[in-house]
């Protein structure tokens, strides 16, 4: 696959969820992902709205340890979408995958689903590092069923790692194409985003979007 800097850009949910990020941060994430080309910036739900005319903006419920009561990522993804989110990267309870329940996964989800309605693009982050790989499968097929468009490698402050090309590959053989993939957590280079690219993802989530984008020619 021929990747330009234009067509990376694209792909790139430019990120910021660092605890520490102020509103003035948010506006700089804003007009940096407008120079840049990006298709998103994705923030913290305590800092919508975000005016980002021309962004798409998303938000995250249940993050970053997905170890919030399913009503309470709901609702916290309900409030989202009615300040302007457009696209929701929910964390599931990764002790449920641990422990093999798919099925309290799969509720957990669709609260979430069920909550913000049909229209919203909901991501799945499943912590990929932190699985093994039949939790892997079986958590992306519960996200397929239940209505979830993305499902989403990782939050990016697991102690387990971020995106590997290896679980990249895995939830895109398992997806099939029926939903997109998200590569997030740890993608700092060039080379490092066109594997996950190769690998099958069709979103890569970045807070170092520049660096990434420098290592391509306009």
Known sequence: ???????????????????????????????????????????????????????????????????????????????????GATEIDMVIDVGAAVAGDYNAVLSDILTVREAIGPTPVLKVIIESAALSDEAIVETCRAAERAGANFVKTSTGFHPAGGASVEAVRLMAETVGGRLGVKASGGIRTTDAALAMID????????????????????
């Open 1 to 83: 696959m021929s990747v330009t800097r234009a067509s990376l850009a694209r792909m790139i949910d430019h990120t910021l969820l660092k605890p520490e990020a102020t509103p003035d941060d948010v506006a700089a994430l804003v007009t940096e992902g407008l120079e840049l080309g990006v298709l998103a910036v994705c923030v913290s739900p305590s800092m919508l709205p975000v005016r980002a005319e021309g962004l798409v903006v998303a938000a995250v419920a249940g993050f970053p340890s997905g170890k919030h009561h399913s009503l309470v990522k709901g609702s916290e993804a309900r409030l989202a979408v009615d300040q």
């Open 199 to 218: 690998a099958g993802a069709t979103r890569l989530g970045l807070s170092g979007t520049r660096a990434v984008l420098d290592g391509l020619q306009a």
